[in-house]
């Protein structure tokens, strides 16, 4: 990889995006190795996690090597101890770091102290880890990326820029579609027009979730409130009121569109009760493939080669 650190999607070429979706591919088939027999890899975590912890700490172990868990309370990350001085200790203990956190500038900050790579595993402004594992799942049911639609209704935060800038990277059409006031921050709209015409795709951000879902081959939701704003909750389930991904609006996309959740899911909320347990709904696929693609991150940051092995 050209960054020693994962903060963003767009830390990832377009090629290399390629090149981890076929690895994580050629991991799934082959899950056990022993490329990274010796390395550690610490999971500092601000948040918490079900799927990004237990993917995270499977995936180093079944590459041979560990995982050390540090969870909200133990880091105390800019309280207890500094960021850069959490960073210094931990590059002379482990060969990366995973980590979740609040402010997109604490990872930053780690990732300019820490001598080893630092791999976001969710902050506020994006989750580049979600968004492989949503383009591995994508592909795998609808084959290559061009000429497909993904429609994206709700919050314009973490989830849905980096899956906007995801798809734009290979070619993927995309609409975001999100109430007023709760837009992608707009340099991320211009980052994902931009990346978008040059992979020959388009990406649009309205306020309208049928003129997202119009013909989508994909219909994708988060939840409304994030890990950190429950203090906003009752504003927010005001603001969002008609996005509810439902029947009624999955109706609108194509008749084989795949309905997608990073999972955990508000049911009632942004996803209607029952609609993530019918056979279009590949969140359990999305929920696997983040233990692939973070092997294949992992063999390609810390040495253990594949990056499709030819290239
Ligand atoms: N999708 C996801 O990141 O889930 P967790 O918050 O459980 O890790
Ligand atoms: N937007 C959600 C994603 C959880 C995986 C959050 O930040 O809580």
């Not at 990350?77 to 002379?92: C, P, Q, T």
């Not at 309205?206 to 081959?217: H, R, S, T, Y």
Request: charged fraction near 20%; aromatic fraction near 6%.
């Amino acid at each position: 990889m050209r960054s020693k650190d994962l903060l963003s999607i767009s830390d990832l070429e377009s090629h290399e995006i390629r090149l981890l979706l076929a690895d994580a591919t050629a991991l799934k088939a082959e899950p056990r190795q022993n490329t990274l027999a010796g390395k550690t890899l610490a999971l500092v975590f601000e948040k918490p996690s079900l799927r990004t912890r237990v993917s995270f700490e499977l995936a180093i172990k079944q590459l041979g090597g560990e995982a050390i868990y540090l969870s909200p309370a133990e880091v105390g990350l800019g309280k207890r101890e500094s960021v850069a001085d959490v960073a210094r200790v931990l590059s002379r203990f482990v060969d990366a770091l995973a980590v979740r956190t609040f402010s997109q500038g604490t990872l930053e900050e780690l990732a300019q102290w820490a001598r080893v790579p630092v791999i976001n595993a969710l902050s506020d402004t994006e989750h580049p880890c979600q968004a492989l594992a949503d383009l591995l799942t994508i592909f795998e049911h609808k084959g290559e990326f061009p000429g497909l639609k993904l429609a994206y209704v709700g919050d314009g935060n973490n989830v849905a820029v980096s899956l906007a800038l995801a798809a734009a990277s290979v070619g993927l059409n995309c609409t975001v579609a999100t109430p007023k006031g709760y837009e992608m921050p707009a340099a991320a709209v211009r980052q994902a027009r931009a990346l978008a015409a040059t992979n020959r795709c388009v990406f649009n951000a309205v306020n309208d979730p049928a003129e997202a879902v119009k013909g989508a081959d994909a219909v994708y939701t988060d939840v409304w409130i994030s890990m950190g704003q429950e203090a906003e909750n009752e504003i927010r389930l005001k603001a969002f009121a008609g996005y509810q991904v439902d029947e009624a609006l999955v109706s609108q996309a194509k008749p084989d569109a795949l309905i997608m959740h990073p999972l955990p899911a508000h049911y009632g909320q942004e996803v209607a009760e029952g609609l993530l347990d019918r056979p279009q709904s590949v969140v359990f696929d999305q929920a696997e493939n983040r233990l692939h693609v973070q092997k294949a991150l992992l063999a390609d940051m810390l040495g253990g080669l594949l990056m499709s092995w030819a290239a």
